[in-house]
Nanobody, 117 residues
Framework: EVQLVESGGGLVQPGGSLRLSCAAS????????MSWVRQIPGKGLEWVSV????????MYADSVNGRFTISRDNAKNTLYLQMNSLKLEDTAVYYC??????????WGKGALVTVSS
């Protein structure tokens, strides 16, 4: 059974940093691309970033490019999102998502990040 469990969310001031983690199990982690997707309160889902199975060629939404860094440790079956220079508008629930056959078909339960002064 595929399981994705996010951690590391919390309250941070504008300009601060947080690192999210996603512990994956139930599949061969290194074989799949992974993404972070967020849901901003009162709005729809926004794709944030993607990384391939080998940990190469990360891509980012324009809204986070230059501030967020996606990475993975395939030995630990863990996906990360380092978030720097956080803004009020980064407040959201962040989901770890597994890609399969061109679809984001497995989602974690999410981690809440609140940016507030």
């Amino acid at each position: 059974e595929v399981q994705l469990v996010e951690s590391g969310g919390g309250l941070v001031q504008p300009g601060g940093s947080l690192r999210l983690s996603c512990a994956a199990s139930g599949f061969t982690f290194s074989s799949y691309a992974m993404s972070w997707v967020r849901q901003i309160p009162g709005k729809g889902l926004e794709w944030v970033s993607v990384i391939n199975g080998g940990g190469n060629s990360p891509m980012y939404a324009d809204s986070v490019n230059g501030r967020f860094t996606i990475s993975r440790d395939n030995a630990k079956n863990t996906l990360y999102l380092q978030m720097n220079s956080l803004k009020l508008e980064d407040t959201a629930v962040y989901y770890c998502v597994k890609w399969e056959n061109g679809n984001m078909n497995y989602w974690g339960k999410g981690a809440l990040v609140t940016v507030s002064s």
